[in-house]
């Protein structure tokens, strides 16, 4: 089962010069479900017929056809469209298409469509990134014509940065930027850190990926919010967050890594670059994650790509696990994906992340970057969680999670004590 993530990384609690280890993942949404049958029927061609008419405008920026296709007599709906196509304009779109699933009628005039839309990025997407939409639609004129009179997300789910304003594009070498109300020379360094991040993330991870990384800065953290779909607070303090399908068959999209730009842009270089080499370390492995991942291991594991050539000691790294085990508070266990969890305090939240961080490096020291490599492979091929971690330590690492976490504690003790 495929199941969608949202990997968010939080900025330093309590104002450390370190880039605050502080992460977390959400669980939101399965993608396994079996997809429903395209619609059919007289009505349902029409639709899509008026709706390719709407594709094709979109992908030739021609404003004029775009407008064609709406209803006339919405008059506030199609000023909005004409801005949302203008704000289009400089997003290298590949394609765009959309999907009818299914029509139910409102009368013989009026109808809605679920719609699934479908767009590429070119050179960046190796699939069509989808949004569910809910598109409603009428006849009008003497060739009672199907015209477009609304266009909203389903069910509440997340919106498009384009509908939040002018898009602006900056191209980095391994990056592409894209920005609604931020300044350019932002977004400038921002390419130049997630260019940096593409081979650091490369060195760790050396299995085939795509070696890219798309990245989406918002005008506020409530335009981020929106793009997630999710409640503002949720993200609050949260730098960045990749989104995409875990457990991909190597078809799927590109991941978009979301920055949150106040918290992002609270941290200096060295929390910055960690932050985005972090979240592209999600996207390279993005395919070898799976339902059966532990939370700390793919946290862990990015972390460690994060931090690997970067000069700070452990405790620097680690301040609050540091603080707990000189104060005799050595953890008991490896940390559970419930620890991770945005509503833990922040203190507690570190901890779990210290902790992954640490497990990962236990594993690079005693067994070698190539068995930890092996071991995060063998974790996610397994279908579900149960045994999934207890079959890939004995057949990559010849041991037992009890054997490990005693290591594990060890291992803390010894460098952070």
Known sequence: MAVRTQDARRVPTRGRGTAGAVLAVLLVAPACAAPRDTATGPTARQVSAALDRRAAAVMAHDTDAYLAALDPRATSFRAAQRTELLNLADVPLESWAYKVKDVTGQGDDRVTAEVELRYRIKDYDKAPMSSSREVELVRRGEGRSWYIAADRASDGGPGQLWQQGDVQVVRGTRSLVLGVGRPEAELRRIAATADRAVPSVTGAWPEPWAERVVVMVPRTVEDMAGLLGSPVASYRGIAAVTTGEVGGTGRAPADRVVVNPQAYGMLGDFGQRVV??????????????????????????????????????????????????????????????????????????????????????????????????????????????????????????????????????????????
């Open 276 to 417: 985005l080499t972090h979240e592209t370390a999600h996207v390279a492995t993005r395919a070898h994650t799976s339902a059966a991942t532990p939370v700390w291991l793919s946290e862990g594991f990015a972390d460690r790509t994060a931090y690997r050539q970067e000069s700070r000691t452990a405790a620097e790294i680690a301040p609050e696990l540091a603080e707990a085990v000189r104060g005799g508070d050595l953890p008991a266990r490896l940390p559970v994906d419930e620890d991770f969890g945005f509503d833990e305090d922040p203190a507690e939240l570190s901890r779990a992340y210290e902790g992954a961080w640490l497990a990962c490096e236990l594993i690079a020291r005693d067994w070698g970057e190539e068995e930890l490599i092996a071991f995060y492979k063998a974790v996610g091929s397994r279908s579900g969680r149960d045994g999934a971690v207890e079959h890939a330590m004995q057949s990559v690492l010849g041991t037992t999670p009890q054997d490990f976490t005693a290591r594990w504690r060890e291992y803390l003790r010894a460098r952070l004590g």
